[in-house]
């Protein structure tokens, strides 16, 4: 097991490395020029150029690359003298608009992210798994067809929409919640999961959807093997079979799409941070795509990407832990 762990990691940060280096090309090889973003419109030609050369923009590209790599792993310097300016490990950079760090940015903004995707996490695995064994195992009765149904409905919706829905429905009409906002959860527990309440089923409603189809389909293919039919006929309570025999193979799936699910919304739900206007990583993602904040967009990249593999690095090692063979194979 430790050896595939560490063959895992290895992996892991190879994938890692390769990311940093496309996302540093797409977004510090483009014709557009960081310098003269970073100073502004109206900014004079030998400024541009004094910029270039602290930002280390006059250098070569692989120069360049080294440097950005090295700053995430130890720390950066920008500008030589008493202009020096020291930017602290993990260094992604400083913002065009507001000049902070672009780590301390990403942090501030990252409890937010969590709330909002933890939270549906849990409630979209519960529904949509539940629904999906009742399903198939109900299945042709009324129940699968609503549930399904309902599952359909919850895929086609937009985001944005299913979002305006609950909030004009449960604050404007019913008021029985309140507008979406930070409430630090160490301070008001209470108060943080009722403001988390439609971030939560607004993405819920679209991943359960999709969980309760995948999980009804792998769960009617476990129930028709044949170590289902030999388990119900040596006796064993149903309850017994459907849980050790059909549904174990029937979650292998789940886990994989959940890890990268996952590790997605960590780095930022987007649309739904930016429709209740709360302050997570996606909602810096989508204002400094709009400020062309290119430092920002590039460590929101580097960021979600990071989740991304590493959420699909826990998959790999819950599935040598589910099924020992892919130990030997991996």
Not at 214 to 229: A, H, K
Not at 297 to 315: D, E, K, P, Q, R
């Amino acid at each position: 097991m430790i050896l595939y762990l560490l063959r895992r990691l290895a992996v892991t940060a190879a994938i890692l490395v390769v990311i940093c280096a496309i996302t540093f090309s797409i977004f510090y090889l483009m014709p557009a020029d960081p310098a003269q973003g970073a100073c502004g419109k109206a900014c004079s030609p030998e400024r541009i150029a004094e910029i270039r050369t602290t930002l280390g923009l006059d250098r070569s590209p692989v120069a360049q690359f080294g440097d950005y790599l090295g700053g995430i792993v130890t720390g950066r310097t920008y500008g030589t003298g008493e202009r020096a300016v020291q930017c602290p490990f993990p260094c992604l950079g400083f913002s065009f608009q507001t000049s902070q760090p672009v780590w301390h940015l990403l942090t501030d903004r990252l409890p937010v992210s969590i709330s909002i995707a933890l939270g549906a996490a849990v409630l979209w695995l519960t529904v949509g798994v539940a629904a999906g064994v009742v399903s198939a195992l109900r299945r042709g009765s009324l129940w699968d067809r609503a549930a399904m149904t309902a599952a359909l409905g919850g895929i086609s919706l937009p985001i944005y929409f299913t979002a305006l829905v609950l909030q004009y429905l449960l604050v404007v009409q019913l008021g029985v919640l309140p507008y979406p906002r930070v409430v630090p959860f160490t301070q008001d527990p209470a108060g943080w999961a009722e403001s988390m309440v439609m971030p939560w089923i607004t993405l819920a409603m679209l991943y359960a959807g999709v969980y309760a189809r995948i999980t009804r389909g792998e769960m009617l293919d476990s129930l028709g093997q044949n170590y289902v039919r030999t388990a119900r006929a040596k006796g064993l309570p149903e309850r017994t079979v459907v849980r050790r025999h059909a549904l174990r193979p029937a979650l292998m799936p789940i886990v994989t799409i959940f890890g990268m699910d996952l590790g997605a919304l960590l780095g930022g739900a987007l649309i739904t941070e930016s429709v209740f206007g709360l302050p997570g990583v996606g909602k810096l993602a989508a204002d400094a795509i709009a400020g062309a904040d290119q430092p920002v967009i590039l460590g929101v990249t580097l960021f979600a990407a990071a989740f991304v593999v590493l959420a699909n690095l826990a998959v790999d090692l819950v599935y040598a832990v589910l099924d020992p063979r892919v130990r030997a194979v991996g």
